[in-house]
């Protein structure tokens, strides 16, 4: 059985991060960027609701870490380059 895990974003690196640095990391649902300012207030978000990284996913535990999954949610693709 293959177990897959998203990445997630530290969310105090992130934080220390200048904003303009911060502009496009994260897509909205519509598939537009969001604005530095609109990703700061989401990391801000998740760090006051506890979270240590960014969640990214349904499937993830009080910190934010995903929690693994046996099948990938539909809108992820594996991705089979070496690194």
Known sequence: MVVTY???ID??????RPTA??????THETG?????WDVRRRLKEAQARGY???PVCDHHDARGYCRGHTDLPS???RDTTPV
């Open 75 to 77: 809108d992820c693709r």
């Open 11 to 16: 969310l105090a690196w992130a934080l220390r």
């Open 52 to 54: 240590i990284v960014l």
């Open 32 to 36: 537009h960027s969001l604005s530095g």
């Open 6 to 8: 998203h990445m997630t």
């Open 21 to 26: 640095y911060l502009k496009d990391i994260i």
